[in-house]
């Protein structure tokens, strides 16, 4: 089992609609979750970070974690083609150091 | 401004020849990472360093190495042991014990001819 599973996609889905994006990961004791955005070519970017159970919203963008059920999931409202990338999603392991597990990515396609 | 720097963006290698990808922060990050992506892959660990004269090898380390004799430094070299070089290479950098992420340098794309 991999420590960070996401589907690869491509998940496709019309301009203006809700992309949701998931995310698995194997180590209960996890503390601290992350979704960094990749254009092809470039470098990941971070676009949200998520320590406790629940939601958070920024701007179109809001991610859920339960801890519980070991799932953290991304949203995007109102998606637009500029949103067409990879979300890669990471997590810091119980040690504490700082250092991410990186899931595959997926890949996200919006179009118009 | 902060950020972490990597040079140079594109590098070409022969077969043979050793390579060395330089990265540079001055975010004063205490941590640093190599990663390794190949085209619609995820990204794979080379090495990564927590403290100064100090790495560890990550899950791809072999053909590779590395030095950390400055914080702000982390070069990687390619060596010709690493048979099949041609990548896209990220470096990255985060405090330890803290929680707020990697940031990641402008990557450098390497292909051997």
């Known amino acids: 089992q991999k420590e960070v599973e996401q589907n690869s996609g491509p998940l496709s889905v019309p301009e203006g609609a809700i992309a949701s994006l998931n995310c698995t990961y194997s180590d209960r004791g996890s503390q601290s979750f992350f979704w960094y955005r990749q254009y092809s070519g470039k470098s990941p970017e971070l676009i949200m970070s998520?320590?406790?159970?629940g939601d958070k919203e920024d701007g179109r963008f809001t991610a859920q974690l339960n801890k519980a059920s070991q799932y953290v999931s991304l949203l995007i409202r109102d998606s637009q083609p500029s949103d067409s990338a990879t979300y890669l999603c990471a997590v810091a392991g119980s040690s504490n150091t700082g250092k991410l597990i990186f899931g595959q990515g997926t890949t996200l396609q919006v179009k118009p | 401004d902060g950020g972490i720097t990597q040079s140079p963006k594109y590098l070409f290698r022969k077969e043979g020849q050793n390579v060395t990808l330089s990265c540079e922060q001055n975010?004063?990050?205490?941590?640093m990472y190599w990663y390794r992506q190949d085209p619609g892959q995820g990204l794979r660990l080379i090495y990564y360093?927590?403290?100064?004269?100090?790495?560890q090898k990550g899950d791809i380390a072999e053909g590779y190495s590395v030095s950390r004799e400055k914080k702000e430094s982390f070069p990687l070299t390619v060596t010709s042991a690493q048979k099949n070089p041609t990548a896209f290479y990220l470096c990255?950098?985060?405090?330890?014990?803290?929680?707020?992420?990697?940031?990641f340098g402008s990557g450098t794309r390497l292909t051997v001819v």
């Open positions: 975010l004063n990050h205490d941590a």
């Open positions: 998520i320590y406790s159970n």
């Open positions: 990255a950098s985060s405090m330890l014990f803290d929680n707020y992420g990697y940031t």
């Open positions: 360093s927590q403290i100064v004269n100090d790495f």
